[in-house]
C-alpha cells in the first residue's frame, strides 16, 4: 500500500514570494508521482507528474516539482507566486502494477496568496 | 481542457433512500473512477472502472454501492439503501489510459445524508 504525507496543511505567502509545498510518500515499487490543484468549488486540475527520467519536472503556470528516492519526496516549487495560485494543492502517487490509476491522496496543503 | 461534468453538484436525501450520482467523463476516455472525500479530509479511492467492469474497489465500496455506465452514457455510482457516514463530496474522474496517465476531475457531487 502506497502512502502520501503532505505535512503543511495551511501556507500563506505574498504575492511575488517562492513557495515550496512538501510531499513525501511511502512505497517500496515503482510509482508515478502526481501533483494536482483544486480551487474553491471545481474539481482537481492536474498539476504535473513523474515516473522516470529528468527529476525535476515542469508543470503549468511556473510550477514544478523535484524526486527524490533517497528523500521519498516530491515538493513542488514555485518561484514568484501569483494571486490566483490560491488553492488546495494535493501530491498523489499510483502505484505502477494492477489495473487503472488508483491514485492515493495526501491530505492537501491549501496555500493562500495574499497581495 | 476536456471536462468532467458531474450532476448534481448537491444532492440531499433522506437516510436508507436510494441515491444514483451522474458523471459525464471526457468523451474519448476509457477508465473511470469514483473518489470520496469527507469534509477536512483527504480524498480516499473508492472504485474504478473499464469496459463495463469494476477492476478494483477499495474497502470503502460497500456492498449498496454499485456502479456502471450503460451504453456509453453517464458513468453512475449508486447507493442504496444510502447511511449517514456516507454524506460527502463524491469526485468522478477519467482517464484515456492506465498507468501514468492523467486523470480529469469532475467538480464533485455534495451528498447530505440526513
Known amino acids: ?115 | 481542457g476536456p471536462k468532467v461534468l458531474q450532476i448534481p453538484s448537491h444532492q440531499i436525501i433522506d437516510m436508507g433512500q436510494m441515491v444514483t450520482l451522474n458523471c459525464d467523463p471526457v468523451s474519448n476516455h476509457l477508465y473511470f473512477y469514483w473518489y470520496k472525500q469527507i469534509l477536512g479530509q483527504q480524498m480516499e479511492f473508492l472504485v474504478n472502472f473499464y469496459n463495463g467492469k469494476v477492476m478494483e474497489k477499495s474497502k470503502l465500496f460497500k456492498d449498496q454501492f454499485s456502479v456502471e455506465r450503460p451504453d456509453g452514457s453517464y458513468f453512475t455510482l449508486k447507493i442504496q439503501p444510502t447511511a449517514l457516514e456516507d454524506s460527502a463530496v463524491y469526485f468522478c474522474a477519467s482517464s484515456l489510459s492506465q498507468h501514468q496517465n492523467t486523470l480529469y476531475f469532475g467538480a464533485g457531487t455534495r451528498l447530505s445524508v440526513l
Open chain 1, 1 to 115: 500500500t502506497q502512502t502520501v504525507s503532505q505535512s503543511d496543511a495551511h501556507v500563506t505567502v505574498f504575492e511575488g514570494d517562492s513557495v515550496e509545498l512538501r510531499c513525501n510518500y511511502s512505497y517500496g515499487g515503482s510509482i508515478y508521482l502526481s501533483w494536482y490543484i483544486q480551487h474553491h468549488g471545481r474539481g482537481l486540475q492536474f498539476l504535473l507528474k513523474y515516473y522516470s527520467g529528468n527529476p525535476v519536472v515542469q508543470g503549468v503556470n511556473g510550477f514544478e516539482a523535484e524526486f527524490s528516492k533517497s528523500d521519498s519526496s516530491f515538493h513542488l516549487r514555485k518561484a514568484s507566486v501569483h494571486w490566483s495560485d490560491s488553492a488546495v494543492y494535493f501530491c498523489a502517487v499510483s502505484a505502477l502494477m494492477g489495473t487503472g490509476s488508483k491514485l492515493s491522496f495526501g491530505k492537501g496543503a491549501k496555500l493562500t496568496v495574499s497581495p
